[in-house]
């Protein structure tokens, strides 16, 4: 039998009962746009979680306090609680470790900021002049907060673009005018640049003091949330990090290692877990939609078999006339595999619009990927032999005579 006969009769026969064959096209259709779809949901989330890590800074590690515990039960308060760095610590990182590019102890809180009738609820950093270094920060306007602003604990105040606009909209220049911290009157002496993320990762909204400042006026103490430390390139970054943990470890008087009350976290480090929860989560969704791709297999293997009952007349007048169980076969297989590459083009065409949707809806850019479309292609084709098989197999075995008897 010629290719294009074949194709020819597996054509007549699927459109001979379009009602029945575009019904089990659909739950390959369902089945292959689910799968895309979730798959560029999680690897589009993925790539912006990378993004906002990446966006914090480059060859970044962070130094964390441990966790704070109360009196008598011993109850944690989660990591990051406790005031167990100070700004000795910082000073004592920079002065020793020469592979540090910029050290960055910071104070963070959320405060309540008012400026002329208006008010935004936001993160207040304090900071040095080596946060812009290690946070890759860019002055827009004015200047960043200067080591003589640290000394003299000047109430100077660099604003977020986002704050800025909260606080003085979009057409008034901040530079020179005043804010409110806790009471307390700022100066506005810089707006930054742009740079985007989500969440805790960007910095657009925050307000940045000096950090002596904010320890005199906010915090009433001398410790630090966490210190950053830019490392002078990527290979060093591991020794950075065990250099920063023995230096803290002897500070803080601490010989057991697992009883630090810090933890020093490598961006690569963070970039790796925070993948690693994505891309167990991509498979999770895709699991689940793929469950639709094996009904939709079994929903073709009961549309064939009802076919070749239906046809079992037909076949034997085939057999009967020189069709080989190779031609029977193959027709048969034929048929199924135009379903499921029909339906797997079709579910392409529908996972893309699903992706799109949740682009522009959900605020997660979806990312389809060339992998994910030819897995959708390599799926849809063993669907249609492994479902197709067993119909087509019961097909060819067929005997002629018993088959042009049956009513």
Do not use: C
Request: hydrophobic share 45%.
């Amino acid at each position: 039998m010629r290719i294009n006969d074949l194709f020819e009769e597996s054509y007549s026969a699927l459109v001979s009962n379009k009602v029945r064959t575009a019904l089990t096209i659909l739950g390959i259709v369902i089945g292959i746009g689910s799968v895309i779809a979730m798959v560029a949901i999680g690897q589009g989330s993925q790539q912006s979680i990378q993004a906002s890590i990446a966006s914090i800074g480059s060859n970044l590690l962070i130094v964390t306090p441990g966790a704070q515990r109360t009196l008598g039960a011993g109850v944690s308060a989660g990591r990051g609680s406790a005031q167990t760095l100070t700004q000795a610590d910082a000073d004592a990182i920079k002065a020793q470790i020469t592979q540090a590019v910029a050290v960055s102890p910071e104070l963070s809180s959320r405060k309540q900021v008012t400026a002329k009738g208006t008010n935004t609820n936001t993160t207040v950093m304090g900071a040095s002049p080596d946060y812009a270094v290690a946070h890759d920060l860019t002055i827009n306007l004015g200047n960043f907060i200067t080591t003589p602003d640290i000394t003299s604990d000047a109430k100077v105040a660099v604003l977020g673009p986002t704050a800025a606009t909260d606080l003085f909209g979009s057409s008034t220049s901040p530079i020179g005018q005043t804010i409110r911290i806790n009471q307390i009157i700022f100066k506005v002496v810089g707006v930054t640049v742009a740079k985007g993320g989500s969440g805790f990762t960007s910095p657009d909204s925050d307000i940045f003091i000096p950090i002596s400042t904010a320890q005199h006026y906010l915090s009433g103490g001398t410790y630090v949330s966490q210190i950053s430390v830019e490392a002078d390139n990527a290979n060093d970054m591991t020794a950075v990090q065990t250099a920063i943990t023995n230096l803290l470890l002897q500070r803080h008087k601490i010989s057991d290692p697992t009883l630090a009350d810090f933890s020093v976290l490598n961006q690569a480090d963070i970039v790796n877990a925070a993948s690693g929860v994505t891309n167990t989560l991509t498979a999770l969704l895709a699991s689940i939609a793929g469950i639709s791709l094996v009904v939709g297999g079994i929903g073709i293997m009961n549309m064939m078999l009802t076919t070749v009952t239906e046809r079992t007349r037909e076949i034997g007048l085939r057999k009967a006339i020189g069709a080989t169980r190779s031609n029977i076969n193959s027709q048969f297989l034929t048929e199924a595999v135009m379903l499921t590459f029909t339906g797997g083009f079709l579910g392409i065409i529908l996972g893309w619009a699903l992706s799109a949707l949740v682009t522009k809806f959900a605020g997660i850019a979806a990312s389809i990927s060339l992998s994910s479309v030819l897995l959708a292609f390599g799926v849809s084709a063993a669907i249609g032999l492994v479902f197709g098989y067993y119909p087509a197999r019961k097909a060819s075995a067929m005997n002629p005579i018993e088959a042009l008897r049956f009513e």
